[in-house]
């Protein structure tokens, strides 16, 4: 499950370079709804939540 945990983090490292935009320190940054209302990010995250976390919560 760490690899796949680790997937995800690299998976949203991408997502917020393809959102957003350097800042004055040279980091991406992108706000929240930006992320979350983009629908390649809806989707592919929608399938992470299920699968991953919601097994994690409930036990």
Known sequence: MQDRI???????K????RL???NAEGK???KFGVLFNDE???Q???VFYINILWPLLVH
């Not at 680790?6 to 949203?12: D, R």
């Not at 991408?14 to 370079?17: A, G, N, S």
């Open 40 to 42: 390649k990010t809806q």
């Open 20 to 22: 957003g935009t350097k």
């Open 28 to 30: 991406y940054v992108v």
């Open 6 to 12: 680790q997937e995800e983090i690299e998976e949203i």
């Open 44 to 46: 592919y995250y929608e």
């Open 14 to 17: 991408k997502d917020i370079q």
